[in-house]
């Protein structure tokens, strides 16, 4: 790999400042200076440092966002802020929202530019469960529940997936194994209900930090990484 490369993976800066960077020998490679941007390292056994401090070499970022209200769940969006946007200051190149929230719904989103895994995460086959806590316009009934977690008709070419539903103190908490378009808002509707405010707690194993406020994130832990694997 190219350092020049390498340094911009690990958002050091754009390749004019990188190209500049190298130039004033503030880049050493196993302690000897580089004055080459395009001079080949192996990222595995280099130690790469930059005024002294050792860069850690990461492939792939991932990032937990407790996601607001008001923010879109995409890449651009002309004059809505999108949650990439929340992220700026990571200054990571690529990175995209695994599957999408509305822009009124709030909760667990993460963040990644690896590729295979937000693939992985989204494809209808792998039928990841994402358990939401739905506040509803009228209390909901057993024989309410009991549709849900059957399958409702919600207007596609077919019922949803059966789902797990339970009313708790905060509302009901409600699992789905899919990701079609504003499918728990369209669930309550099938029930003659309306959702009224939606979080998501949970995606697969893995849960939203509760000290995270809405609009705040923080790099996944390496046991977080592997609950989604």
Request: zero cysteines; charged letters at 30%; proline letters at 8%.
């Given at each position: 790999m190219r350092i020049d490369k390498f340094l911009a993976d690990n958002s050091i800066g754009t390749r004019k400042e990188i190209k500049a960077i190298v130039k004033a020998g503030r880049i050493t490679v196993n302690g000897e200076r580089a004055g080459d941007p395009g001079m080949h390292i192996d990222p595995e056994k280099d130690i790469i440092s930059l005024d002294g401090s050792v860069i850690e070499y990461e492939r792939f970022h991932y990032y937990m966002l407790n996601k607001p209200a008001g923010t879109v769940s995409s890449t651009r969006e002309g004059a809505s802020v999108t949650v990439v946007e929340l992220l700026a200051a990571e200054n990571?190149?690529?990175?995209?929202?695994?599957g999408r929230l509305d822009k009124d719904t709030e909760g667990l989103l993460i963040l990644t530019d690896d590729g295979a895994l937000l693939h992985d995460l989204i494809s209808p086959s792998k039928h990841v469960g994402k358990e939401y806590l739905v506040h509803t316009e009228k209390p909901l009934s057993d024989s309410d529940i009991r549709t849900l977690e059957g399958g409702v008709d919600i207007g596609d070419d077919k019922p949803t997936l059966p789902a797990h539903a339970v009313?708790?103190?905060?509302?009901?908490h409600l699992t789905i194994y899919e990701g079609r378009f504003h499918q728990v808002k369209r669930m309550l509707e099938a029930v003659g209900n309306k959702v009224l405010y939606l979080k998501r707690l949970r995606m697969g194993d893995l849960t939203l930090d509760p000290s995270l406020a809405p609009g705040e994130y923080r790099r996944l832990t390496p046991e977080e990484l592997s609950l989604l694997r």
């Open positions: 990571v190149k690529n990175l995209s929202p695994v009313t708790r103190e905060d509302g009901l």
